[in-house]
C-alpha cells in the first residue's frame, strides 16, 4: 500500500514504558500531519473532513526510537495503527531463530491486527526502523467506526480479500522466481515507496537495510543476496554504501524482474 509522504512534523522526543511491555510516549504529532495521514491510509481515504476527525478522535498518538519494538510476533493483537512519520519495520523468526524482514512501511500504511481483521495474535513483529510516530486504535473504537461508517467496513473485506489473494501468488513465486528476480522486484518496490529519484544519479534509498534484511525481504539468503547485488554493482546496476543503496538502471532491473514470466 504505497502512499504518498506526510509534510514534516515535530520530531519524536523523550519516551515512558507503558503496560503490555510497549515502550512509547504520547507525541504531539501535529494534527495537520494527521489528517494529512488518515486521508491517504487506504480505509479511510477519500471520506469527508468531518468523518476523518472523528476516526482522528478515537486514535491515541504514540512514538518510537528506532529498534523499539511495537509488538511481538505471538503477542495478542488488540490494535490497528497508521504510521504517520517515520518507518516501521515488520519482521518473523524462522525456525532457525533468524531474525527475517518482510516489509517495511512508510506514512499512510496500515498494519497491526485484531480479531475483527481476522487474527486474534500478531503473525509478525514491528519495530520502529527509525524514530516514528503512529496512530493507533483499538479494537472496541475500530468496530465503532465499522458500524459508523459502511464503506470502510467494505474496504476492511475487499483487504482482508486482497491479502490472502497476495499471500498465496507469493507462494507460488517463491518457488518459480529466481534470486535475481527476487532482489530486483524487491528493489523496485522499495523504490517505489521509499526512493527519490535524484536524476542522473539514479534513485536513492537512504535506508538502513542490512543483507539479511534484504534477503528477508526478497525471501532469500544474505549469502545469495550479496552476490547478486555486488554483481550488480560491478555492472553498474546500482551502488550501495553504509545505509544508502541507489538504482541506477531501473529499466535493466525492471527487465531482471520478469525475466522468465
Same mark, same amino acid.
Given at each position: 500500500? /504505497?502512499?504518498?509522504?506526510? +509534510?514534516?512534523?515535530?520530531? +519524536?522526543?523523550?519516551?515512558?514504558?507503558?503496560?503490555?511491555?510497549?515502550?512509547?510516549?504520547?507525541?504531539? =504529532? +501535529?494534527?495537520?500531519?494527521?489528517?494529512?495521514?488518515?486521508?491517504? @491510509?487506504?480505509? *479511510?481515504?477519500?471520506?469527508?473532513?468531518?468523518?476523518?476527525?472523528?476516526?482522528?478522535?478515537?486514535?491515541?498518538?504514540?512514538? *518510537?526510537? !528506532?529498534?523499539?519494538? %511495537?509488538?511481538?510476533?505471538?503477542? +495478542?493483537?488488540?490494535?490497528?495503527?497508521?504510521?504517520?512519520?517515520?518507518?516501521?519495520?515488520? /519482521?518473523?523468526?524462522?525456525?532457525?531463530?533468524?531474525?527475517?524482514?518482510?516489509?517495511?512501511?512508510?506514512?499512510?500504511?496500515? *498494519?497491526?491486527?485484531?480479531?475483527? %481483521?481476522?487474527?486474534?495474535?500478531?503473525?509478525?513483529?514491528?519495530?520502529?526502523?527509525?524514530?516514528? =510516530?503512529?496512530?493507533?486504535?483499538?479494537?472496541?473504537? *475500530?468496530?465503532?467506526?465499522?458500524?459508523?461508517? !459502511?464503506?470502510?467496513?467494505?474496504?476492511?473485506?475487499?483487504?482482508?480479500? $486482497?491479502?490472502?489473494?497476495? @499471500?498465496?501468488?507469493?507462494?507460488?513465486? &517463491? /518457488?518459480?522466481?529466481?534470486?535475481?528476480?527476487?532482489?530486483?522486484?524487491? %528493489?523496485? &518496490?522499495?523504490? $517505489?515507496?521509499?526512493?527519490?529519484? &535524484?536524476?542522473? #544519479?539514479?534513485?536513492?534509498?537512504?535506508? !538502513?537495510?542490512?543483507?539479511? $534484511?534484504?534477503?528477508?525481504?526478497?525471501?532469500?539468503?544474505?549469502?545469495?543476496?550479496?552476490?547478486?547485488?555486488?554483481?550488480?554493482?560491478?555492472?553498474?546496476?546500482? #551502488?550501495?554504501?553504509?545505509?544508502?543503496?541507489?538504482?541506477?538502471?531501473?529499466?535493466?532491473?525492471?527487465?531482471?524482474?520478469?525475466?522468465?514470466?
Amino acid at each position: 500500500m /504505497s502512499t504518498e509522504q506526510s +509534510p514534516a512534523g515535530t520530531a +519524536p522526543q523523550g519516551r515512558r514504558t507503558i503496560p503490555l511491555t510497549e515502550i512509547t510516549l504520547p507525541h504531539q =504529532c +501535529p494534527k495537520p500531519v494527521r489528517m494529512y495521514v488518515l486521508a491517504r @491510509a487506504p480505509y *479511510f481515504a477519500g471520506l469527508g473532513e468531518e468523518v476523518l476527525e472523528g476516526i482522528d478522535a478515537r486514535m491515541s498518538t504514540l512514538t *518510537f526510537a !528506532p529498534e523499539e519494538r %511495537l509488538y511481538r510476533e505471538g503477542e +495478542p493483537a488488540r490494535a490497528l495503527y497508521v504510521v504517520a512519520e517515520g518507518r516501521i519495520k515488520l /519482521s518473523q523468526v524462522s525456525a532457525s531463530g533468524t531474525e527475517t524482514v518482510t516489509d517495511l512501511l512508510v506514512p499512510g500504511e496500515l *498494519f497491526g491486527a485484531m480479531s475483527t %481483521l481476522g487474527r486474534t495474535h500478531h503473525h509478525q513483529t514491528a519495530s520502529a526502523l527509525v524514530g516514528t =510516530c503512529v496512530l493507533r486504535i483499538d479494537q472496541n473504537d *475500530f468496530r465503532a467506526v465499522l458500524a459508523e461508517q !459502511p464503506r470502510i467496513a467494505l474496504r476492511v473485506l475487499d483487504d482482508v480479500a $486482497d491479502r490472502l489473494h497476495r @499471500a498465496e501468488s507469493a507462494v507460488g513465486s &517463491r /518457488s518459480t522466481a529466481s534470486v535475481e528476480q527476487r532482489v530486483a522486484a524487491t %528493489l523496485l &518496490r522499495l523504490a $517505489d515507496k521509499l526512493g527519490e529519484d &535524484r536524476g542522473a #544519479d539514479g534513485i536513492m534509498l537512504e535506508v !538502513p537495510l542490512s543483507r539479511a $534484511d534484504l534477503a528477508g525481504l526478497a525471501r532469500s539468503t544474505p549469502e545469495s543476496v550479496s552476490r547478486v547485488m555486488s554483481r550488480w554493482k560491478k555492472d553498474g546496476l546500482i #551502488d550501495s554504501g553504509r545505509r544508502w543503496t541507489a538504482l541506477l538502471d531501473r529499466e535493466r532491473l525492471e527487465e531482471l524482474s520478469t525475466a522468465g514470466t
